[in-house]
């Protein structure tokens, strides 16, 4: 988890151009920010933004890990979305309006207890 916690601090520098934008988009102090940044750099063994008293712009290493941790955060993203879709299931109450006779008892019973056995929780 604190990997992505980092790539997430690192694309949002990146995108506000700001140690002090990107801390208050998150919520943590601007000197958070820049020790989260530099703890990443420090483990890759790379400098990953070029910084001046102006501006911040991405190295070529940074350029590449940008790319990269945009895409590991968007797949991290779809893996929570389909964890959850799994898990919620079907809810709410099924009404059905049908005739007694043959199409009811013929072909609406069988796939009402197979939509029962398959669905029940």
Do not use: W
Request: glycine share 6%; with cysteine.
């Amino acid at each position: 988890m604190r990997e992505n916690v980092a790539m997430e601090v690192f694309v949002r520098v990146v995108e506000k151009q700001s140690f002090s934008a990107a801390g208050q988009a998150l919520n943590l102090t601007p000197s958070a920010i820049s020790k989260q940044v530099s703890r990443i750099e420090a483990e890759l063994g790379v400098s990953l933004l070029n910084r001046s008293t102006h501006e911040l712009s991405l190295t070529e290493a940074g350029k590449i890990y940008h790319r990269h941790c945009i895409k590991i955060l968007r797949d991290i993203e779809l893996a929570r979305d389909a964890a959850r879709e799994a898990s919620e299931g079907l809810k709410g109450v099924l009404k059905l309006h049908v005739t007694p006779g043959f199409t009811g008892r013929h072909f609406v019973l069988p796939a009402l207890r197979r939509f029962a056995k398959k669905y029940r929780t």
